[in-house]
């Protein structure tokens, strides 16, 4: 078997930098996505397919949705990031 080297305080720090920055790029396109959905609502809405109504709470759902994804990402990094830093 390799021998694997424990990780230096400076490596640890690089890695929970890498974690936050693709958090964030995860979060970032998790918006997009809700962009697009909100889009596609409204533009429902003007083609008659739902109701004011319907839009409203297709948006609201929407918005739990990216709310609840976002929360999770920002767990899953938190976690890892400690996991990454203890030593």
């Keep these: 078997p390799l021998p694997i080297p424990e990780?230096?305080?400076?490596?640890r720090q690089d890695l929970a930098k890498?974690?936050?920055?693709?958090?964030?790029?995860?979060?970032?396109?998790?918006r997009n996505h809700r962009r697009d959905?909100?889009?596609?609502?409204?533009?429902?809405k003007k083609g008659s397919a739902i109701t004011e109504d319907g839009m409203h709470d297709?948006?609201?759902?929407?918005?739990?949705?990216?709310?609840?994804?976002?929360?999770?990402?920002?767990?899953?990094a938190q976690a890892k990031e400690a996991d990454i830093l203890k030593v």
């Design 18 to 30: 890498q974690v936050k920055k693709r958090a964030e790029e995860s979060k970032v396109e998790m």
């Design 58 to 76: 297709l948006l609201e759902n929407i918005q739990k949705l990216t709310d609840d994804y976002i929360k999770q990402i920002d767990d899953q």
């Design 7 to 11: 990780l230096s305080e400076e490596r």
């Design 37 to 44: 959905a909100n889009e596609a609502a409204k533009h429902a």
